[in-house]
């Protein structure tokens, strides 16, 4: 797992853990400064030195473990930091460099348990909550990365990536109103910052509260007045509130921003079927196809519509059977109704 950065484990070696070191031995201090300083070898036989006087110094395997890490050798490290930790269960720093190891041999579950053993010890270790919340993900334990987006958010870790990949969790494991619980608190931080506006505009909107959607938009769009899924976002809130003029206003500024956007097309000529001019209707879903607009079994389903309007029923069946093969299950009605 790369992510995980290769600078993070020297980082802890060089500035021990909360600031404390994990050991008042001057032995200890020696083999720290040595692993410091890049001198491996030097460590090594320091370390070879006190496990020939004490076989059973978990601190001496501890230092051998992190030798073994500098020099990636993350099996073996694994090795020395499990005969560490059994004969000193309370030798608090050896947790978070075992967890490394775990991470690097992808033995995720017992990275876990170390990583939650380290915060028992740590339990304010910011880094290491950032570093659990990437296990738990990669792991798709989604709860529980939630949960340390949460911690870290309220501990300032993380600045706005955190917060967007938080969004993104709880849009993903819990709805909506969770994320707009989330963005009322984000929002209430950092008034400023526009861009929450659009994120909770969209949780509005799935929830099916397209008025509060458009205050929300109304707010990001003075600042973005040309970002587009902001401009489609307002569309589409007015599209289920049936202001059907003003989604007219809006999906045709759409297309003058983006005249190849073949999803702009299939939604004008939806809104074009509700007024019955169905030649217009017909170009826009014509220019849909061929700029290859998303969820084409639903162009097709409503250009039939317009030709079966237009009394061109072997047309609008043949467009009726496209959108049936494209998944737009609802064509099967229209088939059984009007075509042979």
Not at 129 to 158: C, P, T
Not at 227 to 253: G, M, S, T, V, W
Not at 262 to 270: A, E, I, N, R, T
Request: contains cysteine; proline residues 3%; aromatic residues 14%.
């Amino acid at each position: 797992m790369k992510f995980w950065s290769a600078i993070l484990w020297f980082t802890f070696i060089l500035t021990p853990l909360n600031g404390q070191p994990s050991s008042s031995s001057s032995n200890q201090d020696l083999i720290r400064m040595l692993i410091q300083q890049g001198k491996i070898a030097d460590a090594k036989i320091e370390i070879q030195r006190q496990l020939a006087a004490n076989p059973n110094n978990p601190e001496a395997h501890f230092g051998l473990g992190l030798c073994y890490i500098n020099s990636k050798e993350y099996s073996t490290a694994l090795v020395s930091l499990n005969k560490a930790i059994n004969l000193n269960p309370n030798l608090k720093d050896a947790y978070f460099y075992r967890f490394l190891a775990n991470i690097e041999t992808s033995n995720f579950q017992f990275a876990m348990a170390d990583i939650n053993q380290h915060l028992k010890f740590f339990p304010q270790d910011t880094l290491a909550h950032s570093q659990k919340m990437k296990l738990a993900i990669q792991m798709r334990e989604y709860y529980d990365a939630i949960q340390e987006g949460y911690w870290l958010v309220d501990h300032n870790f993380g600045g706005d990536d955190l917060i967007l990949q938080q969004i993104q969790l709880l849009e993903m494991q819990k709805g909506p109103k969770e994320q707009i619980a989330f963005l009322n608190r984000v929002i209430l931080d950092n008034r400023d910052n526009h861009g929450w506006y659009y994120h909770r505009a969209q949780a509005y909107f799935n929830l099916g509260e397209y008025e509060k959607s458009l205050i929300d938009l109304d707010r990001f769009l003075i600042a973005e007045p040309k970002f587009i899924n902001a401009l489609k976002l307002r569309f589409d809130n007015h599209y289920f509130l049936r202001n059907l003029p003003k989604c007219e206003i809006y999906i045709q500024e759409l297309m003058d921003l983006e005249p190849e956007n073949g999803l702009f097309y299939s939604d004008y000529g939806h809104i074009l079927l509700q007024k019955g001019e169905w030649n217009k209707a017909i170009k826009n879903f014509d220019q849909a196809i061929k700029y290859k607009s998303d969820h084409l079994g639903y162009v097709y389903l409503g250009r039939g519509i317009a030709r079966f309007n237009l009394n061109q029923k072997k047309l609008a069946c043949a467009d009726w059977e496209k959108s049936l093969l494209l998944g737009e299950t609802i064509s099967k009605k229209y088939l059984n109704n009007y075509c042979e």
